[in-house]
């Protein structure tokens, strides 16, 4: 059973497009955390959401936490070469024994100049 | 400051062998992890530690060991290869106050195969 839903699983588009990616579950997080990673290197961490409703913004990404906490977004606008990647949600549930994250199973973006 | 650092980079073990992948970090971090990525997947919890001297198992397992003697270092070890192994490992570390992360650094990865 996958805990975390990620959808797309790939995505194609060409520069200057918007673009969003889901990450839905039933089970209700402590934080999701979203990352991105590059081929021959391990996950980098863009934001950490911790607050049901909670909106941030980096730069062309807009990230949003649901209001129950169960499920998240990343928004990309005016995309660009330079945003190809494989991005991950990850759900912390914290556990009596301490942080362990839970990853979808990521979307591969891939930006056309 | 070097972050998480993995060793070996990349390795092709034989069915049966055993090996130890390296991990350590510089940024006094007290939890850590270890993941696998298999193609067109996500990550894979195989075991972590909250602390020197405490390890717990994660999601996957079976086949492996892990030892955390120091709060820089946490190897993982393969005892009895099989081709279901060949993956791609990450270590990833975090601080954490009360139990929460917010945010984990990972390692740069080990890839391997075993034949």
């Known amino acids: 059973t996958q805990l975390l839903e990620q959808s797309p699983q790939f995505l194609s588009i060409q520069e200057g497009e918007n673009l969003t990616v889901y990450c839905n579950s039933s089970s209700v997080f402590s934080s999701l955390q979203w990352y991105r990673q590059e081929p021959g290197e391990g996950p980098v961490l863009l934001v950490t959401v911790v607050t049901g409703g909670e909106v941030k913004k980096l730069k062309r990404l807009t990230f949003q936490f649901g209001d129950a906490r169960k499920d998240s977004s990343l928004h990309i606008t005016a995309a660009q070469p330079g945003d190809t990647g494989l991005y991950l949600c990850?759900?912390?549930?914290?556990?009596?024994?301490?942080?362990?994250?839970?990853f979808g199973e990521g979307t591969q973006l891939t930006v056309n100049p | 400051n070097a972050g998480v650092t993995q060793t070996p980079k990349f390795r092709i073990l034989k069915i049966g062998q055993s090996m130890t992948l390296q991990c350590t970090q510089d940024?006094?971090?007290?939890?850590m992890y270890w993941y696998r990525q298999d193609p067109g997947m996500g990550l894979k919890l195989i075991y972590y530690?909250?602390?020197?001297?405490?390890?717990d198992k994660g999601e996957v397992p079976n086949g492996y060991n892990v030892s955390r003697s120091t709060t820089e270092d946490f190897p993982l070890r393969l005892e009895l290869a099989a081709p279901s192994q060949t993956s791609v490992y990450f270590c990833?570390?975090?601080?954490?106050?009360?139990?929460?992360?917010?945010?984990?650094?990972f390692g740069s990865g080990t890839r391997l195969t075993v034949v």
């Open positions: 530690s909250v602390g020197a001297g405490i390890t």
């Open positions: 990850a759900g912390d549930r914290l556990e009596t024994s301490g942080s362990r994250l839970t």
């Open positions: 990833a570390s975090t601080l954490a106050t009360g139990g929460r992360s917010y945010g984990y650094t």
């Open positions: 940024m006094n971090h007290n939890y």
